[in-house]
């Protein structure tokens, strides 16, 4: 059987003494689990590795950890793809608690500290509105398709673990809480739609506090791309209710999408007075661009003085050719006047299969 | 080799050295740049965060451009774009009904989006279609004693399985392979495949230029010369607003950023200047001092 070396970093905080690595080298089959790897050092060699585990079958979401520096299960991931995935000269297994929590003993982390209080804030439950139905609620069967990928999560802590804008701000809702808010917005049986939305764009640790890095999706075990669902939450917020919130999350957004509409390219040296002073040519006008303007001092002057900037250049939009133009607001006027925005969700409709009809040909022909 | 150029409208605005540098950079590598200059920004996420439908037909018709032209693929400068548009790519070419709803909305201007464009960032071309031996034999002056952090830009490292990055394709090595084959030193620091923090610029200040500071920090403490990216969003944060990092990290940087094609462009004999490297708000000291002190020892 093949051997594995799993480099496990150990850590009591009680003890007062300081993390350190230790090595476990087992021999399981590659297809056998990181966690089994883990629980078997655990059983045959040192019975005080603390991993924390249940149903060893990606349901329960117990066992997140690090691998090779990223969150994932530890019971969804082979041993053989993670000795691929490893990044040490050695072949070792480098396994560590998931980031972002605080660690309460080796490959456990406080959940509760971090996790579970962000799943608090957002209000996880439904909250309906006006007297419950005589019978059961009725919910249009697309309405609930729509959410099925926020449910999905079963809430391993794998996306809050390797967010990038919680790393550098610990108040962001982060992720998986901001994909659980989806579950109750998309729901139809929900009340207070306006009111999740209003609370959680004008919180500035909220879903504009997503610095769209992608790892939360590439994290997550389950395919619940919790990014996703804060763009959803996003375009809820900016465009079904029009939420004009203090974090200039939506005029940033409205700025960058009339400012192509208007010349076909980005326009950056107006996209920023107008994210903070509002979606017209008078934005940067505004007090708020203003203050903006003045804070940003240090960098536009080197930008101008290193000639990175010219002045012309940022009073005149570089566009693209006058047809194109058109094509571009012709784009714009039809996607926009449709009563509702359509969305492909390949979570739910899959992947057409490639091929389908010449597979069916050659059947064909090699019966004939 | 022909390709449909994709410049993106950073590189045309806030960092006209990058467009500048990939212009002079591609004759020397014997790349025919068809710049799709009737295409339009690829929406940056922000317009997707806006309206899916839209920003998927933008890049349709940026696509259907490029497949107009007689280049091989079509190649961007921009992490951002590439990551965009492969979001945009996948959804089109994951379902025809879905395709056939866009190219509708194209039909009109005589566009129509096929299949399956092949849309890759610089640093893939330099690596999978030039090739790193290739390259090799390419370099006059080789970044010997350069010490470079590799610096690509969440769009184009995630997700792995839409960028097409694994085990036949490492896609997020590629950096760090270009930099040893260009004769350089690689950093190897925490920061790499991390944020920038730009896309929050406008909305968390603070947390954004905590991002770019934290990793312009741990690039200088592991010793770097410069860091250079493919991604001209990340070059903005890292570079344009470096002074205001300074003020939020409380600590001094001054860590030049080059864009992929300069440091190439270093590598293939070109000068500094000529490469717009006097263009950056951090001014490239370092690497320039580098370059003339090789020059000088040639």
């Known amino acids: 059987m093949p051997e594995f070396t799993l480099k496990i970093r150990r850590f009591l905080p009680e003890s007062g003494e300081a993390a350190y690595w230790q090595d476990y080298t087992v021999d399981l089959e590659g297809h056998r689990s990181v966690l089994e790897g883990i629980l078997t050092a655990k059983a045959d060699q040192d019975g005080t590795i603390g991993i924390r585990c249940s149903c060893r079958a990606a349901i329960c ?3 997140g950890v690090r691998i090779n520096g990223r969150a994932a299960l530890a019971c969804k991931t082979h041993l053989e793809e993670a000795l ?29 500290a971090v996790h579970w209080k962000k799943i608090q804030r957002v209000t996880p439950w439904l909250l309906p509105e ?7 609620y009725v919910v249009p069967h697309e309405a609930m398709v729509d959410v099925t990928q926020s449910m999905a999560c079963i809430q391993c802590g794998a996306c809050v673990s390797d967010c ?31 009111e999740r939305l209003n609370d959680l764009a004008e919180d500035p640790a909220g879903i504009y506090d997503c610095t769209h890095c992608f790892n939360c999706i590439e994290a997550c075990p389950k395919g619940v791309a919790p990014m996703n669902q804060i763009m959803r939450l996003r375009r809820a917020a900016g465009d079904d209710y029009e939420i004009n919130d203090r974090n200039n999350g939506n005029r940033h957004e409205r700025a960058f999408t009339s400012l192509i509409r208007d010349n076909g390219l980005l326009w950056e040296a107006e996209l920023l007075p107008r994210s903070y002073g509002g979606d017209s040519f008078f934005g940067k006008f505004a007090p708020a661009a203003g203050l903006e303007l003045v804070d940003s001092l240090p960098s536009i002057t080197r930008a101008v003085l290193r000639r990175k900037v010219t002045p012309m250049g940022a009073l005149k939009p570089h566009k693209i050719p006058k047809e194109d133009l058109a094509q571009v607001q012709q784009i714009y006027e039809k996607i926009e006047s449709q009563d509702d925005r359509f969305e492909l969700n390949l979570y739910i409709v899959g992947e057409e299969v490639e091929g389908d009809t010449e597979v069916a040909v050659e059947t064909e022909g090699s019966s004939a | ?57 933008l890049n349709a018709r940026t696509f259907a451009l490029a497949q107009q032209t007689d280049g091989v693929m079509m190649m961007n400068i921009c992490s951002t774009c590439q990551g965009s548009q492969s979001e945009c790519q996948q959804r089109l070419d994951a379902n025809s009904e879905y395709r056939n709803r866009i190219n509708d909305t194209l039909r009109s201007d005589g566009l129509r989006y096929e299949k399956g464009v092949v849309n890759k960032n610089f640093l893939w071309v330099l690596v999978e279609d030039i090739g790193l031996d290739q390259l090799k034999t390419m370099v006059k002056r080789p970044l010997q004693d350069l010490k470079v952090g590799p610096f690509y830009g969440c769009y184009i490292v995630r997700p792995r399985d839409r960028l097409g990055i694994g085990s036949d394709a490492p896609r997020d090595r590629y950096l760090q392979q270009l930099i040893e084959a260009l004769g350089g030193t690689v950093i190897d620091y925490a920061g790499a495949y991390k ?20 990793h312009l920090g741990d690039a200088l403490d592991a010793d770097a010369d410069c860091l250079v990216t493919p ?38 004999g070109l000068d500094p200047k000529e490469l717009g490297m006097a263009r950056h708000v951090v001014k490239p000291t370092s690497v320039i001092d580098w370059s003339e002190s090789v020059v000088a020892s040639v």
């Not at chain 2, 903005?236 to 001094?252: F, K, M, Y």
Request: with cysteine; glycine share 10%; net charge negative.
């Open chain 1, 61 to 63: 979401g117990s066992c």
């Open chain 1, 84 to 112: 691929e995935g490893s990044e040490s000269e050695d072949g070792e297994i480098v396994v560590e608690p998931m980031g972002n929590m605080p660690v309460i003993k080796d490959l456990i982390v406080d959940m509760d």
């Open chain 1, 130 to 136: 006006g007297d419950p139905p005589e019978r059961e």
């Open chain 1, 164 to 194: 990038l804008s919680m790393e550098v701000d610990p108040d962001f809702i982060g992720p998986a809480a901001l994909a659980k808010a989806y579950r109750f917005v998309g729901d139809p049986r929900d009340g207070q739609h306006s």
């Open chain 2, 1 to 57: 080799m022909r390709v449909a150029y994709w410049p993106g409208c950073v590189s045309r605005g806030f960092t006209p050295e990058l467009h500048g540098s990939m212009a002079k950079v591609a004759p020397l590598l014997d790349i025919e740049l068809v710049e799709l200059n009737r295409g339009n920004c690829c929406g940056a996420g922000v317009i997707a965060e806006h309206n899916q439908e839209l920003a998927d037909t």
């Open chain 2, 195 to 214: 944020c920038c923090g730009f896309p929050i610029i406008t909305m968390n200040k603070d947390a954004s230029l905590k991002q770019a500071g934290t």
């Open chain 2, 231 to 268: 991604c001209p969003l990340c070059h903005l944060n890292l570079d344009l607003q470096q002074p205001l990092a300074e003020r939020v990290v409380g600590r001094d940087l001054g860590l030049p950023v080059l864009h992929l094609p300069q440091l190439v462009g270093l590598a293939l």
